[in-house]
């Protein structure tokens, strides 16, 4: 935990505490969002190959998840944290460039 709290820059346990609990909170809701969305997509599991459901389930997962991570940040009073950490994973993945991520 402090190798987590140090790499974060984290103050207190129990900053870290809402981090893991925003983490889990919005893991949870984007898992079960999935399902309803795909559907209204006309993707089904029974009707769709696996090959071709799963990934498409995932691309459709991950914007709903980076939507959801910010606002309940913001409901658990960490969205300063969630926001840079956003920032910081679009730049990785090459979306954001320069000082866009550091800001």
């Given at each position: 935990?402090?190798?987590?709290?140090?790499r974060w820059g984290?103050?207190?346990?129990?900053?870290?505490?809402?981090?893991?609990?925003?983490?889990?909170?919005?893991?949870?809701?984007?898992?079960?969002?999935?399902?309803?969305?795909?559907?209204?997509?006309?993707l089904a599991t029974?009707?769709?190959?696996?090959?071709?459901?799963?990934?498409?389930?995932?691309?459709?997962?991950?914007?709903?998840?980076?939507?959801?991570?910010?606002?309940?940040?913001?409901?658990?009073?960490?969205?300063?944290?969630?926001?840079?950490?956003?920032k910081r994973m679009?730049?990785?993945?090459?979306?954001?460039?320069?000082?866009?991520?550091?800001?």
């Open positions: 935990m402090r190798k987590l709290k140090q984290l103050t207190s346990n129990k900053q870290l505490l809402l981090l893991l609990l925003v983490f889990a909170v919005t893991g949870t809701t984007a898992a079960r969002c999935a399902a309803p969305i795909t559907e209204w997509l006309g029974a009707g769709s190959s696996p090959w071709v459901y799963w990934p498409l389930r995932i691309v459709v997962v991950l914007p709903v998840y980076q939507v959801l991570l910010l606002v309940f940040g913001f409901l658990f009073g960490q969205f300063a944290f969630f926001w840079q950490f956003e679009f730049a990785k993945l090459g979306f954001i460039r320069g000082r866009a991520a550091a800001r």
